[in-house]
Nanobody
Framework: QAQLVESGGGLVQPGGSLRLSCVAS????????MNWYRQAPGKERELVAL????????TYVDSVKGRFTISRDNAKNTVFLQMNSLKPEDSAVYYC????????WGQGTQVTVSS
């Protein structure tokens, strides 16, 4: 059974950094692109960043370009999201999921950017 476990969130001041991790199991991780999403209270879940199966290609939503970096370690079935220069509007629960046919969502990890 496919499973995703996100971690690394927390409370950070504006301008700060966090590194999120997502460990996947139950499917052939290296065969799939992986995506990071976020959902703020009262808003729909939005796609933030995606990375190809081999890690050679990445795409970002305009609001995070130049600040966030997605990467992956296929040997550890893990995808990362390095978030720098954080802003209050980045506050949300962050989730990862597989590209294409999604698997059940994990619990997500809360990111709060506040002074």
């Amino acid at each position: 059974q496919a499973q995703l476990v996100e971690s690394g969130g927390g409370l950070v001041q504006p301008g700060g950094s966090l590194r999120l991790s997502c460990v996947a199991s139950g499917f052939s991780f290296s065969a799939y692109g992986m995506n990071w999403y976020r959902q703020a209270p009262g808003k729909e879940r939005e796609l933030v960043a995606l990375i190809t199966s081999g890690g050679g290609g990445t795409t970002y939503v305009d609001s995070v370009k130049g600040r966030f970096t997605i990467s992956r370690d296929n040997a550890k079935n893990t995808v990362f999201l390095q978030m720098n220069s954080l802003k209050p509007e980045d506050s949300a629960v962050y989730y990862c999921n597989r590209g294409g046919l999604r698997v059940p969502w994990g619990q997500g990890t809360q990111v709060t950017v506040s002074s």
